[in-house]
């Protein structure tokens, strides 16, 4: 059956995540099934999600020529990692408007990784369609839940688009130009278009031009490679669970005269109540990262440096 001769509206069956396939069967993206002019020459490279994603974006900053290797779920983008498969791996791990991803910390505590490198990506979604489609034809959007959520602006300026999510954004576009539906579209970058030869509606629709994901760029620790000029330290520590634990812990970084730029809590799996703290210190020396923890030790009872790394610059604000 050709293009034309298709209904006027496939049915899309959605994507909750990725492991749940599509009626076309389509997982996520290997490199060797990547074009030849997209497989780079340098190291592999995980990202969670499909080629022309956001990650894919970070990666060519933060990798020079990586050979991409899409990955269904974050987890085996980690274990791809750890297990060698690949070189390194390139992850989201907050968003200035949507926070922590908090499962890229679960991920860093639990694998023999490090951080070697951050990048700040400036994040500019699109409505995008098939070539040849009018906006007036649009009646469904698909798109991460994250980047729905940061264009409710738009949507409810066009209430007959009803929005779905999808496991990632730049799958959405690879989806809809697949079913070649014109009543479908996807949020996601002007590279998803690109890359998937499918055409911008409408560009920057988001509704705060303040929205920017910092990226880290993860090795097995063992490969990382030790920046001199680095200027910042990720830290991963627990305390005990006794009254100013950590108050004291706390009060030991601000005797050294560190500067907390984050710092996030998770709950321990499987102790109740117990939390695991991920901090973000600056620091003028490497030395000073280890006096960070050091500094550290005598009040926790697990301390685990996730990287030392350069901060990356920080964008001149929109406003």
């Not at 298709?6 to 909750?16: A, D, F, G, Q, S």
């Not at 490279?45 to 899409?70: K, M, N």
Request: hydrophobic fraction near 40%.
């Amino acid at each position: 059956m050709t293009p034309d001769a298709l209904p006027e509206k496939t049915p899309i069956e959605l994507w909750y995540g990725a492991r749940k396939q599509s009626n076309l069967q389509t997982p996520a993206t290997t490199a060797t099934q990547l074009p030849a002019k997209d497989r780079g020459m340098g190291i592999k490279t995980a990202i969670q999600g499909e080629p022309g994603s956001f990650s894919h974006e970070a990666a060519l900053r933060l990798v020079d020529d990586p050979v991409i290797v899409p990955c269904a779920l974050s987890a085996d983008a980690f274990s791809a990692l750890a297990e060698g498969a690949v070189s390194a791996a390139v992850i989201p791990i907050e968003n200035s408007l949507a926070g922590s991803v908090s499962e890229h910390f679960d991920l860093l505590l639990t694998h023999d990784v490090v951080v070697e490198r951050e990048a700040l990506l400036r994040i500019r979604h699109n409505l995008i369609a098939i070539s040849g489609t009018s906006i007036g034809e649009i009646d469904r959007v698909f798109s991460h839940p994250v980047a729905l959520a940061q264009c409710r602006r738009f949507l409810a300026d066009h209430p007959r688009m009803e929005s779905y999510a999808f496991y990632d954004t730049a799958g959405s576009v690879k989806q809809l130009v697949e079913l070649r539906d014109r009543h479908a579209a996807a949020i996601a970058s002007e590279a998803a278009a690109q890359y998937y030869g499918a055409q911008i509606l409408q560009a920057d629709i988001e509704d705060n031009p303040e929205n920017y994901t910092r990226f880290f760029l993860v090795r097995r620790t063992k490969d990382a490679v030790a920046d001199r000029a680095s200027n910042k330290v990720s830290v991963a520590f627990s305390v005990e669970n006794r009254a100013g634990s950590l108050v004291s812990a706390l009060a030991e970084l601000s005797a050294l005269g560190v500067n907390l730029t984050k710092i996030e809590s998770r709950p321990v799996h499987g102790r109740p109540w117990e939390y695991i703290f991920y901090v973000d210190c600056q620091i003028h020396a490497e030395e000073e990262a280890t006096r960070v923890l050091d500094a550290l030790r005598p009040h926790c009872s697990m301390v685990k440096e996730l990287g030392r790394y350069q901060e990356a610059a920080k964008p001149p604000s929109q406003s």
